[in-house]
């Protein structure tokens, strides 16, 4: 295995990357769900390591492993359900299986198929490092009643299979907010570079909430997230690319694609409205922007939508 650590978009990419069977997986970048047994024909396996630009849930009913983010490394055991968001440096072991159930999700899909403002009824998918928990089996029972029926609406030809599968995201998010937030506390604030990563990621979204509810109209660059926070421009994008592997541009790009995605396919304002709405000055100045990350024009993603 190579020592290098990459970046993916999907997890199709991930485990194409690493060599692993990926026919049974739908090549998309929004959502997944996977049961892992059938993806790791040989076992060990013990993966290179990698930074995932997805959320991911796993919920491990039988089988034994390890996982690493970061700094960080948790054993994985039968009853164990564990969440990691974009950005962190990741690798994984798995030395048994039999049956685990991983699902993948973009920010595009929460935003689009769930709420503009997911971040605030849901703050954990925002934190530095959430560790797992390992639950006893007539509690692991719950959520997997919940994923089993992901999986069923994953594989229908519904034409509101989206909506359906942010629906029951819904569910499952507030079971885990119910289970694991009251006593718990999943941010990992270990030194003082994670407190500016939460701190950075708080202040993104906050920006971005009230540049949607016209709140404020001007962009914030780099140097801006600096001043929030008092740093000094290069220190504060060292430690943000360290921390996450991706510069504080990359997420604010990431964020402000993921918005207009959002608003092209849910509201119905024009593209010179959700341009002023989103700080561009022109309309021009939007449509080059977004077709550079996606390699496509905004009226033609929303016409994509529809």
Same mark, same amino acid.
């Given at each position: 295995?190579?020592?290098?650590?990459? %970046?993916? /978009?999907?997890?199709?990419? +991930?485990?194409?990357?690493?060599? #692993?069977?990926?026919?049974?997986?739908? =090549?998309?970048? *929004?959502?997944?769900?996977?049961?892992?047994?059938?993806?790791?024909?040989?076992?060990?396996?013990?993966?290179?390591?990698f930074r995932p630009n997805y959320f991911s849930f796993l919920f491990v009913?039988?089988?034994?492993?390890?996982?690493?983010?970061?700094?960080?490394?948790?054993?994985?055991?039968?009853?164990?359900?564990?969440?990691?968001?974009?950005?962190?440096?990741?690798?994984?072991?798995?030395?048994? %299986?039999? /049956?685990?159930?991983?699902? +993948?999700?973009?920010?595009?899909? #929460?935003?689009?198929?769930?709420?503009? =403002?997911?971040? *605030?009824?849901?703050?954990?998918?925002?934190?530095?490092?959430?560790?797992?928990?390992?639950?006893?089996?007539?509690?692991?029972?719950?959520?997997?009643?919940?994923?089993?029926?992901?999986?069923?609406?994953?594989?229908?030809?519904?034409?509101?299979?989206?909506?359906?599968?942010?629906?029951?995201?819904?569910?499952?998010?507030?079971?885990?907010?119910?289970?694991?937030?009251?006593?718990?506390?999943? %941010?990992?604030?270990?030194?003082?570079?994670?407190?500016?990563?939460?701190?950075?990621?708080?202040?993104?979204?906050?920006?971005?909430?009230?540049?949607?509810?016209?709140?404020?109209?001007?962009?914030?660059?780099?140097?801006?997230?600096?001043?929030?926070?008092?740093?000094?421009?290069?220190?504060?994008?060292?430690?943000?690319?360290?921390?996450?592997?991706?510069?504080?541009?990359?997420?604010?790009?990431?964020?402000?694609?993921?918005?207009?995605?959002?608003?092209?396919?849910?509201?119905?304002?024009?593209?010179?409205?959700?341009?002023?709405?989103?700080?561009?000055?022109?309309?021009?100045?939007?449509?080059?922007?977004?077709?550079?990350?996606?390699?496509?024009?905004?009226?033609?993603?929303?016409?994509?939508?529809?």
């Amino acid at each position: 295995m190579s020592d290098k650590i990459l %970046i993916f /978009d999907t997890f199709y990419d +991930t485990y194409k990357s690493m060599g #692993l069977p990926t026919d049974s997986i739908l =090549d998309s970048d *929004n959502f997944t769900i996977n049961n892992l047994k059938h993806l790791h024909p040989t076992l060990p396996f013990k993966s290179n390591g990698f930074r995932p630009n997805y959320f991911s849930f796993l919920f491990v009913k039988d089988a034994r492993g390890k996982y690493t983010t970061d700094d960080v490394s948790f054993a994985t055991q039968p009853g164990t359900i564990y969440f990691t968001n974009p950005g962190h440096y990741k690798s994984f072991e798995w030395f048994e %299986i039999e /049956d685990v159930c991983l699902i +993948t999700f973009t920010e595009t899909f #929460l935003r689009e198929n769930v709420h503009p =403002d997911i971040f *605030n009824e849901f703050p954990f998918l925002l934190s530095e490092t959430i560790y797992p928990r390992t639950l006893p089996a007539h509690d692991f029972i719950e959520f997997e009643e919940i994923y089993l029926q992901i999986e069923k609406e994953f594989c229908s030809a519904s034409k509101f299979k989206n909506k359906i599968l942010g629906s029951l995201l819904v569910v499952l998010l507030l079971k885990v907010k119910e289970s694991f937030w009251k006593e718990y506390n999943p %941010i990992y604030e270990g030194n003082k570079s994670s407190q500016i990563v939460k701190t950075f990621k708080t202040n993104l979204e906050q920006h971005f909430r009230e540049l949607v509810e016209g709140k404020v109209t001007k962009q914030l660059r780099v140097s801006d997230y600096a001043a929030l926070q008092m740093l000094n421009e290069s220190y504060l994008n060292n430690v943000i690319k360290s921390k996450t592997g991706k510069t504080v541009s990359t997420w604010i790009s990431d964020k402000m694609i993921a918005q207009a995605k959002a608003l092209l396919h849910n509201s119905a304002l024009s593209i010179k409205e959700i341009t002023f709405q989103l700080g561009f000055l022109e309309t021009t100045h939007f449509s080059n922007y977004f077709k550079k990350y996606t390699q496509t024009t905004p009226a033609s993603y929303r016409k994509s939508m529809i």
